[in-house]
């Protein structure tokens, strides 16, 4: 049975910092890419950040590039994302998704519908 669970999450003013993580469990964790999304109330979910199974290549969106950093350790079957400067528009629902590699070991996705496996989500809540 495959788990995604995150953690992290909380309340922080703005330009303040978060790390969330993601603990994997069920899974052969470096067969997958993974990503984090985010979900505002009332919007649809978002994608945030993915990273190869290697850790070798990441991608963000354009709304957080320059302030997120995404990253993993196959070790310990975590993944991370480091968020700084955080703004009051970065207010979500943050998930983790794990998702099987199909175009190749170097590759991320930054599509929800690529993504196999998720997590419940770890709310963030940046006040002004």
């Known amino acids: 049975q495959v788990q995604l669970v995150e953690s992290g999450g909380g309340l922080v003013q703005a330009g303040g910092s978060l790390r969330l993580s993601c603990a994997a469990s069920g899974l052969t964790f470096s067969r997958y890419a993974m990503g984090w999304f985010r979900q505002a109330p009332g919007k649809e979910r978002a994608f945030v950040a993915a990273?190869?199974?290697?850790?070798?290549?990441?991608g963000y969106a354009d709304s957080v590039k320059g302030r997120f950093t995404i990253s993993r350790d196959n070790a310990k079957k975590m993944v991370y994302l480091e968020m700084n400067s955080l703004k009051p528009e970065d207010t979500a629902v943050y998930s983790c998704?794990?998702?099987?590699?199909?175009?190749?070991?170097?590759?991320?996705?930054?599509?929800?519908?690529?993504?196999?496996?998720w997590g419940q989500g770890t709310q963030v809540t940046v006040s002004s």
């Open positions: 990273i190869s199974w290697s850790g070798i290549n990441t």
């Open positions: 998704a794990a998702a099987v590699n199909t175009r190749g070991l170097g590759s991320y996705y930054d599509r929800s519908d690529e993504y196999d496996y």
